[in-house]
């Protein structure tokens, strides 16, 4: 599967934004997917995941509360919104998607997007 990160951008400290990740190639439903980011000089690291069907998800304490990953099958698409940014948040975000494995894990996802870049101003 392909998948097509977007939505990134600029905004202050507060503000929100909403991530979409856009994915091609095979059935979308067939995958659990996951955001994670990376900010220079750190480590890639998870944010959130959702299951296949979208009855689970998962957030990194530092995200719980003020994002909400979601999906929508039919239009093949997922998404995270992002309230009440924060600077600490900028970084580049990666959308993957896996068939099985530790949501929270890197090495689990099997397919990933180029990322989009968020920058959260004070």
């Known amino acids: 599967v392909q998948l097509q990160a977007s939505g990134g951008g600029l905004v202050q400290a507060g503000g929100s934004l909403r991530l979409s990740c856009a994915a091609s190639?095979?059935?979308?439903?067939?995958?659990?997917m996951g955001w994670f980011r990376q900010a220079p000089g750190k480590e890639r690291e998870f944010v959130a995941a959702?299951?296949?069907?979208?009855?689970?998800?998962y957030y990194a304490d530092s995200v719980k509360g003020r994002f909400t990953i979601s999906r929508d099958n039919a239009k093949n698409t997922g998404y995270l919104q992002m309230n009440s940014l924060k600077p600490e948040d900028t970084a580049v975000y990666y959308c993957?998607?896996?068939?099985?494995?530790?949501?929270?894990?890197?090495?689990?996802?099997?397919?990933w997007g180029q990322g989009t870049e968020v920058t959260v101003s004070s």
């Open positions: 993957a998607a896996k068939t099985s494995g530790n949501s929270g894990s890197p090495s689990a996802y099997d397919y």
């Open positions: 959702i299951t296949w069907s979208g009855g689970r998800t």
């Open positions: 190639g095979r059935t979308f439903s067939s995958y659990g």
